[in-house]
């Protein structure tokens, strides 16, 4: 397992047709991932559901079944992680499996990465392995041309503000307001250390 994809960014990336692409930055597909335990549930029945819809739900639980559930951490860096209230179970257990194990963790959590930040033991650990959705897409574009990744992240642009905005039809920019938002990310975040799109994915 070289990868974990937590919940919110795995909906978004696979809503915006890029989840592929987004593993391959970093040399794997879906069997060499990890996600919570908990998705698909998430999906059929759970708040996700509500969220989404029924059709997009459908559309996404044989994806998530197709991504192995990650292992459970040692109860050594979890323990760090459960009495801080912005990180809620799902995340601490992904944070705690990437320390743990080196392991490149794909979240959309920025309420969990401003707590996350303020832990030592946690920059230390996952310095340069903590990826957000705008270095995704800024890389992607990149790669596939923004017109492309435009047209692709369509239905997510009602889901994330973030991408409404870099991907709307009077930004003729999206490279640069992608990385605008990861370069404001990346400051507010510090000393935590995020991947950074403009050094390449790491292999």
Not at 143 to 161: M, N, P, T, W, Y
Request: hydrophobic share 45%; glycine share 8%.
């Amino acid at each position: 397992m070289q990868l974990l994809i937590d919940t919110d960014i795995f909906c978004k990336l696979a809503l915006g047709e890029c989840l592929d692409e987004a593993m391959g930055l970093f040399g794997v597909d879906a069997f060499g991932c990890g996600r919570l335990p908990a998705l698909p549930h998430m999906l059929r029945r759970g708040k996700l559901r509500k969220k989404l819809g029924d059709q997009i739900c459908d559309e996404l639980i044989p994806i998530a079944e197709s991504v192995p559930a990650l292992v459970q951490p040692g109860a050594v860096w979890l323990d760090r992680l459960t009495t801080v209230q912005s990180i809620d179970p799902g995340e601490a257990q992904i944070f705690a499996l990437a320390a743990e194990k080196g392991i490149v963790v794909v979240t959309g959590d920025k309420r969990a990465l401003r707590s996350l930040k303020n832990i030592p033991e946690f920059t230390a650990a996952l310095a340069g392995r903590i990826v957000v959705l705008e270095a995704v897409l800024f890389i992607l574009c990149g790669q596939f041309g923004s017109a492309e990744i435009r047209r692709r992240v369509q239905r997510l642009v009602s889901h994330d503000k973030m991408v409404n905005v870099c991907f709307s039809p009077n930004n003729s920019d999206p490279e640069g307001a992608l990385l605008s938002y990861y370069r404001s990310l990346e400051v507010e975040l510090a000393p935590l250390v995020l991947w950074d799109p403009q050094m390449g994915a790491q292999k």
